[in-house]
């Protein structure tokens, strides 16, 4: 009898952690290349496109400046003292690059083209799963404005110039503290706020932010409620859950810290579980889905298209 209790209990138990991690779905993002963020904290290194990067353009580049300022002139040289080769013309001389030399050079303005895109610029990201709904869906494809937030050095995002400040409203890329992923939420904190999380409402310094009920998912038998949310001067979607009822917490948000929401409230993992954003992890803000695609075979559509509130 002890012993069918004790494994009652440890499948109850099982089922609770596998429970949980279902609701914990929804919260990342991957960017264009297809893979998870690769910053290394004693955790296992994936491949980190941008430092293939700038090593990629580096090499090229220095391969390029040592053909423009030696390597040309000291072959041409070299090709003229030989007297079965000095009767071809400068044209001749210069077109008998290495082969090596030859794709560095075709490839170096590509890749400083690339890489100073996707650093300083804009990059692409594709969302896998649904804690922004309803404001983004899954298979939406989005452009992040790096510069927004201020510019940083690629790979180890160092901050070279300030720019804006994240506001509240705003949709961010950013590192949580807990993983070494690209994540994707509202920001409904700055620093210096004191929110509170109440009846799936958001109040930021006692003040009640405003939700206007707006329609129920599906008509019938509704599973989930949407409402018309505005933080600041930013109006936007959110989505709860018709049942699943939430504590009140209350969180004070210090210098050089945000607090983020995703805006499915209900089915979102954000800074109400494994705490604030640092504004030296923040990627920059999400601004345009410029493309959708469905999971699976399918085509992408651009039909979608819309900026980012």
Not at 191 to 211: A, E
């Amino acid at each position: 009898m002890l012993r069918w209790r004790h494994n009652e209990e440890e499948k109850a138990s099982r089922e609770a952690e596998s429970r949980k991690k279902k609701n914990e779905t929804g919260w990342k993002c991957r960017n264009s290349s297809g893979r998870i963020l690769s910053r290394t904290k004693g955790r296992k290194m994936s491949i980190d496109f941008p430092l293939i990067l700038v090593v990629a353009t580096a090499v090229t580049g220095f391969i390029w400046l040592l053909e423009v300022f030696y390597l040309r002139s000291r072959r041409i040289l070299v090709q003229k003292e030989d007297t079965e080769q000095k009767f071809y013309g400068e044209s001749d001389l210069e077109s008998k690059q290495p082969v090596l030399v030859e794709y560095a050079i075709s490839f170096f303005p590509v890749l400083a083209i690339v890489l100073v895109f996707r650093s300083f610029l804009f990059e692409p990201f594709q969302i896998p799963s649904g804690s922004m709904i309803p404001t983004l869906q899954v298979g939406d494809f989005i452009l992040v404005n790096k510069h927004h937030y201020g510019i940083r050095l690629p790979v180890v995002g160092t901050k070279i110039f300030e720019l804006e400040k994240p506001k509240n409203g705003e949709v961010m890329v950013f590192i949580p503290p807990h993983r070494d992923d690209y994540f994707i939420k509202r920001v409904v904190g700055i620093p210096g706020d004191r929110v509170r999380y109440q009846d799936k409402i958001i109040y930021i310094n006692g003040k009640k932010q405003t939700q206007t009920f707006v329609a129920q998912v599906p008509t019938e038998f509704p599973e989930a409620l949407r409402y018309r949310e505005k933080l600041g001067e930013i109006e936007h979607m959110i989505q709860r859950d018709t049942f699943k009822q939430t504590r009140i917490d209350e969180w004070l948000v210090p210098e050089g810290f945000y607090f983020v929401l995703g805006d499915n409230r209900d089915q979102s993992s954000d800074s109400r579980y494994w705490g604030l954003v640092s504004e030296e992890d923040i990627v920059g803000k999400a601004i345009l889905v410029w493309m959708h695609k469905n999971p699976g075979i399918s085509f992408p559509t651009f039909s979608e298209n819309r900026l980012i509130r």
